[in-house]
Nanobody, 134 residues
Framework: QAQVQESGGGSGQAGGSLRLSCVAA????????MGWFRRAPGKEREGVAV????????HYADSVKGRFAISRDDAKNMVYLHMNSLKPEDTAMYYC???????????????????????????WGQGTQVTVSS
């Protein structure tokens, strides 16, 4: 089993919605901070949203706050990214990630405090493309 694996994505219209899914191995998912990053062409990788799997408390980047929602399903070891009110600038490769060993065990406060930097995340999916047309 892959440690982290995304699915979903595809193409959508501006103003529309898409949902991304991510499944993680037990030892990656349990009591950890998991989230989504994205990389648009020519831009740096950006943290989008994170969630602590134990209590479900989410945190969002300002660029998606009010439009995207992150959720989890403990029974399936899954994390979802519900993307609403899509904009063309949401076009990017989206990656599911889980905090590295020990980093997210108590919550997402550490990674949020660091500004959702990729270096705090030790487990990564291969990415799924999202394309939003105007």
């Amino acid at each position: 089993q892959a440690q982290v694996q995304e699915s979903g994505g595809g193409s959508g219209q501006a103003g529309g919605s898409l949902r991304l899914s991510c499944v993680a191995a037990d030892y990656v998912y349990t009591s950890n901070c998991m989230g989504w990053f994205r990389r648009a062409p020519g831009k740096e990788r950006e943290g989008v949203a994170v969630i602590y799997t134990r209590d479900g408390i989410p945190h969002y980047a300002d660029s998606v706050k009010g439009r995207f929602a992150i959720s989890r399903d403990d029974a399936k070891n899954m994390v979802y990214l519900h993307m609403n009110s899509l904009k063309p600038e949401d076009t990017a490769m989206y990656y599911c990630a889980a905090a590295g060993y020990g980093v997210g065990v108590g919550g997402c406060e550490v990674v949020v405090g660091h500004g959702l930097v990729a270096s705090d995340f030790g487990y990564w999916g291969q990415g799924t493309q999202v394309t939003v047309s105007s």
